[in-house]
């Protein structure tokens, strides 16, 4: 821990699930600072209790961040050590904290960040989707109206685009993303890090039936990552294999092997390619 009177304010990441996950300079920041500012201190008590750390506990949420700003600053002129906390992940990303952090910062105190877990990072790690570029959008609206407009915005954006979302949600969630980007790529992170931990990949349709042969794949907290648009190459790529796949299935070519010509003269994913070829068989 700093030993000079200068007030430090740690950022600290706390586990998303797995306890194990808290690294050994966060547990020590906790077991330090003066006091800990919390999003739900009853929360953040049991997480203390379980590494057998006794600090004081301020409530820091999204009611109350603003009034809290002046009271936190003056113990940090005052020379104190404080750390700020999340219920799970990594403070500031679709959690509080980012009122507090801007105007200590404004204000000429120290702000210290202690990494560790993060919800987002942790899905886009194991997803198999691109990670050069992401945009990350946390949770949508919450009436599928605006909902539909925002997934619209970036409906031709290329980079892998993530949402965070609710169980209680989930499946508006997909039936909005078929509706308006159709079969692209969807991957779920669901329960990352604990115990029923899982990862899904398909079209939107595709999961929600999942889901409905098994409910259970709707619960938990869930990291969803829509891949990107096709590059203009690829959308070019996709007019001349559409062609080819008329042209192989007029003369009676089965769709699994016009998805396997093409692939063999374009190129692409076999799934995408046979997806196509489904569709136009389907609806020629």
Known sequence: MNETKEGVLYVVATPIGNLEDLSARAGRILSEVDAIAAEDTRHT???LRHLGIERPLISLHEHNEAARVDQLRKRLADGAQLALVSDAGTPLISDPGFVLVRELRRAGCRVVPIPGPC???AGLSAAGLPTDRFTFEGFLAAKSG?????LEAGASREETRVFYESPHRIRDLLEDIAAVVGERQVVLAR????TFETLLDGSATELLRIMDED???ARGEFVVMLAGAPRREEAADDVEGTALIQAMLAEGVAVKSAAAVVVRVLGGRRKHWYQLALALKSDP
């Open 45 to 47: 008590q049991r997480l």
């Open 215 to 217: 409910p259970d794949q």
């Open 119 to 121: 919800a987002l990072v």
């Open 191 to 194: 329960e990352l890090t604990k």
């Open 146 to 150: 605006a909902r539909r407009k925002q």
